[in-house]
C-alpha cells in the first residue's frame, strides 16, 4: 500500500504559478511510474502527466510548455511545476502512483492522494 499526500493547492491569478507537491510512504525510486490527474467542476478526471522511473516524462496538450513534472528521489517525492497558469486549470489535483504499459504506452494508476484545489482566477 503506498500513501500519498498532496500539498501546494492555493488560490492565484491568471499568469502566476505554482508548484505542487506529493509525498510518498514509499521510496519513489522503487515505483514504476508517478503522475498528476485533475478534476474540474462538472469535468471527469484527466491525466495532466507522467513520470516513469528512468525520468521520460509525458503531458497532456492543453498544459505542455507551461507545467513540469519531477521526481526527488531522495525525499520521496513528486512535484508539479505550474507557470503561466489560466482559469482553465482550476481544478483539484490528485498525485497518483501505479505502472506504465509500454505495449500500450498507457499509465495506470493504482494508489491516489487526496487531492489539492488549485483555484486560478481571471
Known amino acids: 500500500q503506498v500513501q500519498l499526500v498532496e500539498s501546494g493547492g492555493d488560490l492565484v491569478q491568471a499568469g502566476g504559478s505554482l508548484r505542487l507537491s506529493c509525498a510518498a510512504s514509499t521510496s519513489t525510486a522503487s515505483l514504476n511510474a508517478m503522475g498528476w490527474y485533475r478534476q474540474a467542476p462538472g469535468k471527469q478526471r484527466e491525466l495532466v502527466a507522467h513520470i516513469l522511473n528512468r525520468g521520460n516524462t509525458n503531458y497532456v496538450a492543453a498544459v505542455k510548455g507551461r507545467f513540469t513534472i519531477s521526481r526527488d528521489d531522495a525525499k520521496n517525492t513528486l512535484y508539479l511545476q505550474m507557470n503561466s497558469l489560466k482559469p482553465e486549470d482550476t481544478a483539484v489535483y490528485y498525485c497518483?502512483?501505479?505502472?506504465?504499459?509500454?505495449?500500450?504506452?498507457?499509465?495506470?494508476?493504482?494508489?491516489w492522494g487526496q487531492g489539492t484545489q488549485v483555484t486560478v482566477s481571471s
Open positions: 497518483s502512483a501505479g505502472d506504465y504499459s509500454i505495449y500500450r504506452t498507457t499509465y495506470y494508476p493504482n494508489y
